[in-house]
């Protein structure tokens, strides 16, 4: 590869995100691009973004299309330097052809991916423009620390044809001296995209391997009179299929098939890992809130525009309660050499619920302790903007210590929820509604929700649980009372 060409990989945007989807380019080839100035949108996980370039010069290529998912530490933008020569696309080395066969043949190569991919895990001190990693700095006891962005590097390019080696491989690694006619996920994604069989190709590649030319020819092939039409991409939403396609379990026809990715991929993850590692418990108790909404009128009379929100004033109250159970607010760890240990945090970041386009957003309110319930609700209107606008960071995403989720708004009264891993407790508030209540000996209607707590049963047991829940509730029914001890 020319000196003269700069490759900007894709960095990890936060949180050890593995990977993005190229949503849209803000560049083009031949353009004239500056330090720091956005190239592409990518949508992660978490939150959509804007990449910015760490080089200046002109643009040489784009490495991806919209729509398509790439690996972090994967080629993203090649810019040639500002004043030198159009560099034209070089025929592959030796060491480039290894990599785009999945046969690393050069020790070098495979020597400066890893030194890659170890920079990326412990944080190799480079700085991106807009975007930092921690120099030098180890992660915890037994976990390697991710930086928050990856590393500009200038090995050799890894191509976006490269096949997969015969066994499993994890994301970003390669088995040298493997062969295998297995095509690259990308590949076998264009081509299943846009109808073309795979068992009908031969392969270019070393050992006939199918590369991704490969099935680009075939799709400009002119199909033959009784061949099925191929049918034009699926929008990212749904894949198209297969007319007549028949579900094997149900004889129903199938209508659509949806990639699970982004946000909904991220949540699935999440939630699997919940169930599968933290025995949870659920304790729940009905709270009579008729104090709390008249406090709040009264507010509201003085000051019609600066009055806190209920759920602003029901996280001033969780804060609170978890100064005073902090069992609450921690992280349950097992290290690689199978040790345990509950990790407790000096501060509340508060994570609270907010629904998207993009499905449910947990953000996060950092150092929750040391604001006010006015305080509280102008961060959560933030948040709940930011979230709703994908304009969210990693950060602000995944940075929660416990969460607060208010499912009333959706009309229901209570929920199972599933704990926010790695956190180990969510407090779920239902809807406020009108039920009979006894005050005072006597039986009157009164504005009643359901709170529920569902919490990691290795960190504390029930009596912990239920104190937090009741100092909750207790703060609730007398909020003037409450308020003034905190």
């Not at 080696?165 to 990308?186: C, D, H, N, Q, Y």
Request: glycine share 10%; charged share 25%.
């Amino acid at each position: 590869m020319s000196s003269d060409m700069q490759v900007f990989r894709l960095p990890d945007l936060g949180e050890g995100l593995t990977e993005a989807e190229l949503v849209n380019w803000l560049v083009a080839v031949g353009d004239e691009i500056k330090v720091d100035q956005p190239i592409a949108e990518v949508e992660t996980a978490k939150s959509m973004v804007e990449v910015p370039s760490p080089y200046a010069g002109t643009v040489a290529e784009l490495h991806g299309e919209a729509g398509q998912t790439l690996d972090v530490g994967k080629p993203l933008i090649s810019i040639a330097r500002s004043g030198a020569a159009p560099v034209a696309p070089e025929a592959p080395s030796s060491a480039e052809d290894a990599v785009s066969t999945g046969v690393v043949t050069s020790p070098e190569v495979d020597a400066a991916a890893e030194t890659y991919r170890t920079e990326e895990k412990a944080g190799s001190g480079n700085v991106l423009i807009g975007y930092g990693t921690p120099g030098g700095v180890t992660g915890g006891r037994t976990r390697p620390r991710k930086a928050s962005v990856g590393v500009v590097d200038r090995v050799t390019e890894t191509r976006a044809d490269q096949p997969v080696a015969s066994e499993p491989v994890v994301a970003g690694t390669r088995i040298p001296g493997k062969l295998s006619a297995v095509i690259s996920p990308l590949v076998r994604k264009m081509a299943r995209d846009h109808g073309v069989s795979l068992e009908n190709i031969e392969g270019s590649g070393a050992s006939g391997l199918i590369m991704r030319r490969d099935v680009e020819a075939a799709i400009s092939v002119p199909e033959a009179p009784e061949a099925p039409a191929v049918r034009e991409k699926a929008p990212a939403s749904a894949v198209a299929v297969a007319d007549g396609e028949l579900d094997s379990r149900t004889g129903l026809a199938v209508s659509a098939r949806t990639p699970v990715r982004g946000v909904r991929k991220a949540v699935a993850a999440n939630m699997t890992k919940s169930r599968t590692e933290i025995p949870e418990a659920t304790v729940w108790v009905d709270v009579d809130a008729t104090a709390l909404l008249e406090m709040r009128a009264e507010l509201k009379k003085r000051a019609p525009h600066d009055t806190p929100g209920l759920l602003a004033f029901i996280a001033r109250f969780v804060t609170a309660g978890l100064k005073k159970y902090p069992a609450l607010n921690t992280r349950f760890e097992i290290g690689e050499d199978g040790s345990q240990e509950i990790v407790g945090f000096d501060g509340i970041n508060l994570g609270f619920a907010a629904q998207t386009d993009r499905g449910l957003m947990v953000p996060s309110v950092r150092n929750a302790h040391q604001l006010s319930a006015r305080e509280l609700d102008a961060e959560i209107r933030r948040l709940t903007a930011v979230a709703r606008d994908g304009k969210a960071t990693p950060t602000e995403l995944g940075s929660g210590t416990f969460t607060l989720n208010n499912y009333g708004v959706f009309g229901v009264d209570g929920s199972a929820a599933i704990i926010n891993y790695p956190e180990v407790a969510m407090l779920g508030v239902g809807r406020i509604i009108d039920r009979p209540w006894v005050v005072n000996g006597e039986l009157a209607v009164r504005k009643v929700t359901e709170l529920t707590l569902a919490f990691d049963h290795r960190v504390c047991d029930g009596e912990t649980a239920a104190g937090f829940l009741r100092y909750v509730a207790d703060a609730i029914e007398n909020p003037g009372g409450a308020l003034a001890d905190m």
